[in-house]
């Protein structure tokens, strides 16, 4: 097994403008809570200098597709805290890994799974995501 196919030195592919443009029409997202200034969907979004994990995500539709490294189940239990507030929506993009603790813990049974099909191919990617995707959609509850 090449083992290059599923591992990466980039953690921040970008969002493929057809599947966010297609999610944002159902949502209108007022946030990008993890890009950098050239890949943001959102004219609000926090890049990693700004730290997304540390600020406050209350009252706003939220788009993350959040690095895919070490860091990922952070992003997880983030957006599941967030999502939970008071007319606060949470739309993350992240790799099907139904086997993980925070899939576990955060997602399953607590929030809408919206399963991708076939493999994304990332912006400014050569080829297709080595690992299935899927949407994870956090609702607060609303006035």
Sequence with gaps: ????LFSSNRMDWETPDDLFERVNKEF?????????HENAKCKRHYTEKEDGLS????????WVNPPYGKELPKWIQKCAQEGRKQ??????LIPARTDTKAFH?????RAE????KGRLKFKG???GAPFPSMLVVFRGETE
């Design 1 to 4: 097994m090449n083992k290059a």
């Design 28 to 36: 209108r997202f007022t946030l990008d809570a993890a890009s950098s």
């Design 55 to 62: 600020k406050n995500w209350g009252g706003e539709t939220v």
């Design 87 to 92: 007319n606060t929506t949470v739309v993350m």
């Design 105 to 109: 813990e955060h997602i399953y049974g």
């Design 113 to 116: 799974i919206r399963f991708i």
């Design 125 to 127: 990617a050569k080829t």
